[in-house]
């Protein structure tokens, strides 16, 4: 009998897959759930990104497009770029990809030999590690603690650097903490001598502060973003990677192989979002930063432990291990007894097991049902 491939037994699922999976089938047999699981935003997409891509369709703008991205997408991520973080990226340095899930494919495959090793923080996005194993590699996990803000440490990552460490992975914002490096820690790892990966998907989405770019402190990194997650454009799968003029052939050449290029209506969707969506933008995150305040305050009522403020992306990570040690199991007991849905921490790495991971990317009034509900069901459970 034939057997799957062992890197593909490697990985593991993606459990807040698994979680809005069960939420889903239980909606199908008539229950009502509140969904603070998934970091999809609710807003629909601006008009005059939508608009943009009826134009394009219009003009017969269907096929595909040079590998690397339409020009004008390029030059308008490198305005981008250059306004808001002052730093040059030549467009040939950029490329446009369907979602940041391919550009962090891709930047692996280039830089990971089966066998290296690639630094990452614990906790950390479930994909990373799995991205690695897939392809023969090995993460180093670095642990940060809410005690710090969950913080990377220069300091830290110096000891885990080996003679086959190829790279370090940063998120900030982070998924699934909403920590935001500090100016300090971000010299320190650009110091570090090590190419950095900066996930800066969720860049836009900070509450009284604001982000930098990795860019802004070494031009030895390799920069992911897109316009999922501020743009609330998750299906229109536009992503793109910044890198060294040393990779951009090997990524191409990726492109090329495995997806061509990304879409095209999608790409002059791109154009329109960094040039007109900025007002819808705002009014996005000031609705963001609402639900972020209201939520902190009612978890904070009901005992989870939260000492440090998330400041970016859409999350908040609990620490729930009053109520559980087990956070897979306290998830789905929730899901199934309270009719709501969180994600686990363990779906973060063993350093957020004891945790829940709560978004807010939902309505306030959704938010508010979710926190009723497991208020009532918490304050019987603990009987």
């Known amino acids: 009998m034939t057997t799957t491939s062992r890197r593909t037994d490697r990985i593991s699922s993606f459990i807040v897959m698994d979680v809005l999976e069960k939420a889903q089938q239980l909606e199908r047999e008539g229950r009502s759930i509140v969904h603070l699981e998934i970091g999809e935003p609710d807003f629909p997409t601006p008009e005059c990104i939508c608009e943009a891509a009826r134009e394009a369709m219009s003009a017969g703008k269907t096929h595909y497009t040079h590998s690397l991205g339409i020009p004008e997408l390029r030059r308008a991520i490198a305005d981008h770029y250059l306004e808001r973080y002052r730093v040059t990226v030549e467009p040939e340095r950029i490329l446009v990809t369907s979602g940041t899930s391919p550009a962090l494919f891709m930047i692996f495959s280039a830089l990971l030999e089966a066998g290296d090793e690639i630094i990452m923080s614990d906790p950390h996005y479930p994909c990373y590690p799995n991205f690695a194993y897939f392809l023969g590699a ?130 002059w969707a791109g154009v329109a979002a960094l040039s007109a969506a900025g007002e819808e933008v705002d009014r996005m995150k000031a609705v963001y930063d609402e639900r972020r305040r209201f939520l902190l305050g009612r978890l904070r009522g009901m005992g989870f432990g939260i000492p440090y403020e998330p400041v970016g992306a859409f999350y908040i990570l609990a620490n729930a291990s009053h109520l559980s040690r087990d956070s897979y199991d306290l998830a789905f007991e929730l899901l199934e007894n309270a009719g709501v849905a969180v994600t686990p921490g363990i779906d973060f790495g063993a350093g957020a097991e004891g945790y829940l991971r709560f978004s807010y990317a939902n309505s306030i009034e959704q938010i508010r049902e979710g926190c009723d509900r497991l208020e009532h069901y918490l304050s019987s459970r603990s009987l």
Not at 165 to 186: F, H, I, Q
Request: glycine fraction near 8%; charged fraction near 20%; hydrophobic fraction near 40%.
């Open 138 to 267: 090995r993460p180093i996990f670095v642990p940060v603690r809410e005690q710090n803000s969950f913080q990377i440490e220069p300091r830290e990552v110096k000891s885990f650097i080996g003679p086959r460490t190829r790279a370090l992975v940063v998120n900030s914002p982070s998924n699934p903490t909403g920590a935001l490096l500090s100016d300090e820690n971000m010299e320190g790892i650009s110091k570090l001598g090590l190419p950095v990966i900066s996930d800066e998907i969720y860049h836009g989405l900070v509450y009284g502060r604001k982000e930098r770019s990795i860019l802004e402190f070494t031009d030895n990194a390799f920069v992911l973003n897109g316009f999922s997650k501020l743009y609330a454009m998750t299906g229109w799968r536009l992503g793109y990677l910044v890198a060294p003029e040393q990779f951009m052939r090997p990524v191409q050449k990726i492109q090329q192989n495995l997806m061509i290029s990304a879409g095209s209506l999608s790409q």
